[in-house]
């Protein structure tokens, strides 16, 4: 496993100074020990850390609502602490944003089980948000295409598939991407239409 920027927080020095010596063993590098929630949210927004790890029960921000604000600002991996374990408890973890949990006292074995959990589920999180936002992408340029060889069929009487196979030339020739020469000309045609708007406008007053 890679060495990773690790927050803890808990209000219980003990169970941080137990917890910061295992990562550091592990040869992880503890970035932050934070006694309460604001401390967390502050150290995670300064200090940019791979892995988080909360208690889910603390003074002035508990863990819950601590994962909520650090992940509207940064979607990070978050393993919550806590004193039991039981099914609600994986349904709030869930819930808030957090990745997995560990029961106190904290065993080595759990601990390096807990982070890989983690870590995978969070990769598994970015890449299906990467092909969300891909599909979204290629929805949006295929419209962008679509009105553009609209446009070059209209303008020069070609065929769908004239107007399309122009386009591609275009792009090749120009060393483009088609998307890029789709945008290039809708912006032409708004220009050119704004233009003959106006002179029409100047022809009714006159």
Same mark, same amino acid.
């Given at each position: 496993?890679? +060495?990773?920027?690790?927050? /803890?927080?808990?209000?219980?020095?003990?169970?941080?100074?137990?917890?910061?010596?295992?990562?550091?063993?592990?040869?992880?590098? /503890?970035?932050?020990?934070?006694?309460?929630?604001?401390?967390?949210?502050?150290?995670?927004?300064?200090?940019? +850390?791979?892995?988080?790890?909360?208690?889910?029960?603390? +003074?002035?921000v508990d863990g819950l609502e601590t994962a909520k604000v650090i992940n509207q600002c940064k979607v990070t991996p978050i393993i919550f602490l806590t004193g039991y374990s039981n099914k609600e408890m994986a349904?709030?973890?869930?819930?808030?944003?957090?990745?997995?949990?560990?029961?106190? +006292? /904290?065993?080595?074995?759990?601990?390096?089980?807990?982070?890989?959990?983690?870590?995978? %589920?969070?990769?598994?999180?970015?890449?299906?948000?990467?092909?969300?936002?891909?599909?979204?992408?290629?929805?949006?340029?295929?419209?962008?295409?679509?009105?553009?060889?609209?446009? /070059?069929?209209?303008?020069?009487?070609?065929?769908?598939?004239?107007?399309?196979?122009?386009?591609?030339?275009?792009?090749?020739d120009q060393n483009i991407k088609l998307i890029k020469l789709a945008k290039s000309i809708i912006f032409s045609e708004k220009s050119r239409l704004g233009i003959t708007e106006k002179r029409v406008e100047r022809?009714? %007053?006159?």
């Amino acid at each position: 496993m890679e +060495p990773l920027k690790v927050l /803890v927080a808990d209000d219980e020095a003990l169970i941080t100074l137990s917890l910061a010596d295992q990562l550091q063993g592990l040869g992880h590098n /503890v970035v932050g020990a934070a006694q309460n929630g604001s401390e967390a949210i502050e150290m995670a927004k300064h200090r940019q +850390p791979d892995l988080i790890i909360l208690d889910i029960k603390m +003074p002035d921000v508990d863990g819950l609502e601590t994962a909520k604000v650090i992940n509207q600002c940064k979607v990070t991996p978050i393993i919550f602490l806590t004193g039991y374990s039981n099914k609600e408890m994986a349904r709030m973890a869930g819930e808030s944003g957090a990745f997995g949990y560990l029961s106190k +006292p /904290v065993d080595q074995r759990d601990l390096v089980r807990a982070i890989e959990i983690a870590l995978s %589920r969070y990769r598994e999180m970015v890449k299906l948000k990467e092909e969300i936002s891909y599909l979204e992408w290629t929805i949006e340029a295929r419209k962008v295409i679509e009105r553009a060889k609209g446009i /070059v069929m209209k303008n020069f009487g070609l065929t769908e598939a004239e107007a399309m196979m122009r386009m591609q030339k275009v792009s090749r020739d120009q060393n483009i991407k088609l998307i890029k020469l789709a945008k290039s000309i809708i912006f032409s045609e708004k220009s050119r239409l704004g233009i003959t708007e106006k002179r029409v406008e100047r022809a009714k %007053r006159n």
